[in-house]
């Protein structure tokens, strides 16, 4: 019944839906009941000059996309645990199936917010987010240094890039075993670190982490509210200039054009 | 009609914050004989019919697989219990 | 699903026992509005209908107190400022045109009761209440806003209140994905117990999408979907829970309704899909008065008739009976009307999003509303009797004993009225005190709290003057929204406080560069049947009504909150006043700070200052509350706004921000501290111009002011522009990007007064979470 590329882009306005499209950069954006930043993850695929491409969570197939972005939000309420309901749509299954290491070069996967809390919940990605140690809800701006430029979706940053996006949860507190972040760390794997305070409590300050091989990535930041001046974090150039976040867009689409190019010798060295 | 109660409590060595906040506000009150708090669910699962060694089993696997997260969380109790209210007034209020 | 055993009291056994006494005044009918409903049905009311009644005819749902006040915001409306109007007052909510096919409607309302009873609850679901108001119309919500007021920071209650509206507003905002753009808050003794919680909604649709609530075309199905219906709210009218006239029913019903804003998520996308495929001809959300006030507007609004079944209502709790059902204020519900042919389409749309629903009967021509229980009829009632013919009371109203007292008690006279801070230090150490009281105090441990970036169109958002969304992303077409009250200056007086009010909303919009366009106000007040509240709230109700017409702007709905009183201190009058503005381009938004860019721009005070400390932040620093409130010129208020916006538009400034509450001395702090740049001024022409010594200079509220910075090559352009139209302004100084500092100058014995931005942020963000958290 082909749904998925009939059902509209939830909340998508008829205007809003011409943007400069790049054929052979097909990035699926799934919305589960209660994601809320897929309208802007879809909008941030648009500006870095890719096609978003909406994706319903009960459908079975990823259908024609070349990669794919969780977006956050609050899916089913977070009322269980973040993103532990999702986990088990649908669509979650395909998408695991295709980003496994064993399926070749791995279906680049970006979650941000409640998307890295299903991936993790979906074991794509270790570790696991608590409440903040402070309880609240907290929305700010954010400095980050990405620490880690060989994944799918940091590729276009300068290694330890300071950037700054907003950060906005309830649930963002990174934590995962002692063996686990001392391997995380030995492999390079935090791709994103906070800078100045932790502002919730994450073990190491690790505000996203990456997939042994650099296709999975996650991050409770959110890249995708920096990527259009006016509209996102203050910066040295003026109000809501910043548009730090754009690199993870552009990154994926640009590694991707790299892989249908031919084979990439760099090996994704930045 | 008997219950499936299954609790879930955050592993020891994670912090929690709900707890520890609860802790720290209890001799506000005046509760002062408590050294730590941690919080923790439960859930409780209706069975029409028969609580059989088959539902209990797979109440087990559906607490280890989606009622709790292995990274942050243990199960700590599955066991059936009865309603309390099927005893008294039926009254759900 | 009914095992319940009671007996019910149908038209036909209501008809024939005519002597059984229902409890009508327990459920707050008075005996002349009981013996009118008997006289509109020619019989006793059923057990069911006077539950319909008494919720409906309740001063919430009727206005009864209020109707013949602000029937004025209709009445004084002209045809030039019904241009932009598509919808007034009356539907769920206001629509204004906003240009190029588009439409805005928004709304504010108050949730001020449940949010003391149980703050996070009843913030949420007070936010929940107003999105759906704006879903029923037929837009999609795109922000939200709070005006809240608790009582002494300081006090233990307010500990308690605070944090959990907070939560609530931020718990149930957050997760519906929209973004709060801003609102206000204030910490006064008179809300304690009384808090006050304003939620305001926006949305937009295309014009075509516009939907009303009515049941029209005879056949058509009434659907009601969304969330089950509980117990919640109708706690108060647990005396109907012994329907049966015995006592054998449990009773205990929760009067606080729990929110869940999931659900009301998925209701959203699910509507918007619904309104996307044509698929409801008419809509309502249920929000107080549940299923009563659903059927019986979607009825009277409709073709007159409705027959439906009340035991298909998908129920939690099942032991509910029909009065409880027909009162349930169960969240995240809606009604629609749905033609025969939709209904399959319908269900599918509904299946897609998990969204439960059932069918309850059908659009009927008979002009009564008609309900079944089983199959026997419970109600059978003109639905306008209920819905529209409620009492309407003139409640006498008096001007208080105590108001010549009051306004004769000028802050001037007193102790600290007479002493003014006179040296450069003394002037420094009253600003710093000043910006560093609650209610000036950084708000952000509040706002940090909300999510201001989904959606990712919003180009303002608290702390600049208004909040700003882009509505169309290829035109950058959009609006800009504040919410605005000054209670204690209506307190001294209600009428002028009501407009000054609306000025600041007004001013705001404009500061920010919209066109203000259309007005929706909260009207919170004590008790209606005490004479000197109820002339309070006649009085700010004309002021408002005149200010409107004065500004152009009509009114397009609202709510009116009363009995915000415990025994017998009553709030201060609190009309909150919510101002919507039009931007071509949200892209030439004005925001309120100095930025690091702006080194060296003029800073611009525009129109004139009085001595009107009265009322103000400095006198309530110093426990006075008294004297007369600042005038107000409406007039030159719609000048300052013309040429903010205009300069907006022309690109002439970069940052301009209202004074208001703590007057220039807490507009410079702001603007300094908005992104860490200094500035240094000075007072010396503005003294002199305006006749007033520094501290009044720093400290007076008077209204119709703002300041602006520019860049000097623009200078020239502004001036011609503001002496073309009458404006008074003067050059006070220049942006200091490098100091880090806000350096004053002016006729003081000992030089100038500096304070360090860096120290000064320090103590001013400290103060909200020192008092919520500490």
Redesign the interface.
């Known amino acids: 019944m082909a749904q998925a590329s009939e059902t509209p882009l939830i909340g998508e306005t008829d205007s809003a839906s011409d943007g400069p499209a790049l054929d052979g950069a097909r990035i699926g954006v799934v919305t589960f009941p209660g994601t809320l930043d897929d309208r802007d993850a879809a909008r941030a695929v648009r500006i870095a000059g890719g096609t978003a491409v909406p994706l319903w969570h009960a459908d079975d197939a990823l259908g024609d996309v070349d990669a794919v972005i969780v977006p956050g939000g609050f899916s089913y309420g977070d009322y269980l645990r973040a993103g532990a309901i999702s986990r088990f749509a649908p669509l979650m299954r395909r998408i695991a199936e295709s980003a496994a290491p064993s399926a070749g070069a791995g279906l680049p996967v970006l979650g941000i917010c409640n998307g890295f809390q299903i991936l993790t919940e979906a074991h794509l990605l270790p570790g696991s987010m608590i409440k903040n140690d402070h309880l609240k809800f907290r929305c700010g701006d954010q400095v980050l240094r990405v620490e880690n430029t060989s994944t799918a979706w940091t590729a276009q940053f300068t290694d330890d890039e300071l950037i700054t996006v907003p950060l906005k949860n309830q649930d963002g507190q990174y934590v995962a075993d002692a063996a686990t972040l001392e391997q995380l760390e030995a492999e390079g794997r935090v791709a994103f670190r906070y800078v100045g305070t932790n502002p919730n409590g994450s073990r190491d300050d690790i505000a996203g982490v990456a997939n042994a091989a650099g296709n999975v990535v996650g991050l409770m930041p959110h890249p995708e509210h920096a990527v259009e001046a006016g509209f996102g974090p203050d910066d040295a150039t003026g109000m809501r200039a910043g548009t730090d976040g754009l690199p993870v867009f552009t990154s994926v689409i640009s590694s991707l054009a790299g892989s249908t190019a031919g084979p990439d010798p760099a090996g994704g060295a930045a | 009609m008997p219950r499936i109660v299954v609790e879930v409590m ?1 592993k020891p ?6 707890g520890k ?1 609860i802790a720290s506000a209890l001799p506000h009150l005046g509760f002062r004989g408590f050294s730590a708090v941690r919080q923790g669910k439960r859930f409780e699962l209706s069975v029409d019919g028969e609580i059989t060694d088959a539902v209990l089993a797979q109440a087990r696997e559906a607490a280890a697989e ?2 709790s ?1 292995p ?2 969380e243990d199960v700590v109790d599955v066991r059936v219990e009865d309603d309390p209210a099927e005893a008294g ?1 039926g ?3 | 699903m009914s095992d319940q055993e009671f007996s019910i009291d149908t038209v036909e056994h209501a008809s024939s026992t005519p002597d059984v006494e229902l409890p009508w005044d327990e459920l707050g009918l008075k005996a002349d509005e009981y013996e009118r409903i008997i006289a509109i049905l020619g019989r006793r009311p059923t057990a069911a209908e006077l539950a319909m009644y008494s919720v409906m005819w309740s001063e919430h749902c009727s206005y009864k107190s209020s109707k013949v006040h602000l029937r004025q915001f209709g009445e004084k409306v002209t045809e030039e400022m019904k241009t932009d109007l598509m919808v007034g007052i009356g539907e769920n909510a206001g629509v204004t045109d906003l240009g190029d096919g588009w439409a805005v409607t928004f709304k504010i309302e108050s949730h001020n009761h449940p949010s003391y009873v149980e703050p996070y609850q009843g913030a949420a679901t007070g936010v929940g209440g107003i999105v759906r108001d704006i879903i029923s119309m037929g837009a999609r919500p795109v922000a939200v806003m709070d005006a809240l007021r608790f009582g002494e920071i300081d006090h233990p209650d307010t500990r308690r209140v605070l944090p959990g509206v907070v939560a609530g507003v931020g718990g149930y905002g957050n997760s519906l994905g929209l973004p709060n753009i801003g609102g206000e808050v204030e910490f006064d003794a008179c809300y304690q117990a009384n808090p006050l919680v304003n939620a305001l909604a926006v949305g937009v649709m295309r014009h075509e999408d516009l939907r009303l609530a009515n049941a029209s075309g005879v056949g058509n199905k009434v659907v009601l979907f969304g969330a089950r219906t509980g117990g919640d709210g109708i706690g108060g009218a647990s005396v109907l829970a012994s329907e049966s006239f015995d006592d054998a029913k449990p009773s205990k019903r929760p009067s606080v309704q729990v929110g869940d804003p999931f659900s009301e998520k998925v209701l959203i996308e699910c509507c918007l899909e619904l309104f996307g495929g044509e698929l409801v001809e008419g809509i309502q959300d249920l929000g107080a008065a549940g299923i009563s006030c659903a059927t019986s507007e979607l009825a009277s609004n409709g073709e007159g008739g409705m027959h439906v079944e009340l035991t298909d209502v998908l129920l939690r709790d099942s032991t509910l009976t029909p009065g409880e059902i027909l009162m349930s204020e169960s969240q995240e519900r809606m009604m629609a009307v749905v033609t025969p042919e939709n209904v399959e389409a319908f269900e599918r749309t509904l299946a897609k999003w998990g969204v439960e629903y059932s069918w309850l009967g059908e659009v009927t021509d008979t002009g009564r509303l008609v309900i079944d229980w089983s199959g026997e009829t419970i109600v059978d009632v003109d639905p306008r009797t209920v819905a529209h013919d409620g009492p309407v009371y003139e409640r006498p109203y008096e001007r208080p004993a105590w108001q010549d007292a009051v306004q004769a008690d000028s802050f001037a006279a007193t102790e600290a009225g007479k002493n003014l801070p006179r040296t450069a230090s003394e002037l420094g150490t009253a600003v710093a005190e000043l910006v560093t009281s609650p209610n000036l105090a950084d708000p952000s441990w509040i706002t940090d709290q909300y999510d201001r970036f989904v959606g990712g169109n919003t180009a303002l958002s608290q702390p600049d003057d208004s909040g700003v969304v882009r509505v169309d992303e290829s035109t950058g077409l959009g609006v800009g929204l504040s919410v605005d009250s000054t209670p204690r200056h209506a307190y001294l007086d209600p009428y002028t406080g009501a407009q000054l009010a609306l000025a600041q909303a007004y001013r705001n919009v404009a500061t920010s560069g919209a066109i203000p366009k259309a007005v929706s106000d909260c009207l919170n007040f004590g008790s209606p049947e005490d004479p000197p509240i109820m002339w309070q709230f006649a009085e700010a109700v004309r002021g408002l009504a005149d200010g409107c017409r004065e500004l152009g702007i009509p009114v397009t709905g609202g709510n009116v909150s009363l009995y915000n009183q415990t025994g017998g201190n009553a709030i201060h009058p609190t009309p909150v006043v919510g101002v919507l503005g039009a931007f071509d381009d949200v892209g030439r938004r004005t925001p309120s700070g100095f930025e690091r860019w702006a080194d060296g721009q003029a800073i611009y005070l525009l129109g004139e200052t009085a001595a009107e400390l009265d009322g103000s932040e400095y006198a309530r620093l110093h426990g006075h509350l008294g004297g007369l409130p600042p005038q107000v010129d409406l007039q030159r208020e719609k000048t300052l706004g013309a040429v903010l916006i205009n300069a907006s538009r022309d690109g002439m400034i970069d940052a301009a921000h209202d004074l208001s509450e703590g007057g220039l001395a807490a507009a410079l702090v702001e603007m300094s501290l908005r992104f860490g740049v200094g500035s240094r001024v000075n007072l010396d022409a503005l003294c002199e111009r305006d006749g007033l010594d520094p501290a009044t200079a720093l400290f007076s509220e008077s209204a119709g002011r703002a300041l602006v910075a520019l860049p000097r090559s623009e200078e020239v352009r502004f001036k011609d522009m503001i002496t073309a139209r009458g404006l008074p302004a003067l050059r006070l100084g220049v942006v200091d990007a490098e100091s880090g500092e806000l350096e004053v100058a002016g006729d003081f014995e000992d030089g100038s007064f500096i304070l360090g931005l860096d120290e000064l942020r320090e103590i001013w963000s400290a103060v909200i979470p020192a008092h919520a958290e500490g």
């Not at chain 2, 060595?13 to 709900?18: G, K, S």
């Open positions: 955050p060595e994670i912090l929690d914050p709900q906040a989606m009622l997260n990274v942050i007034a009254n759900e209020g």
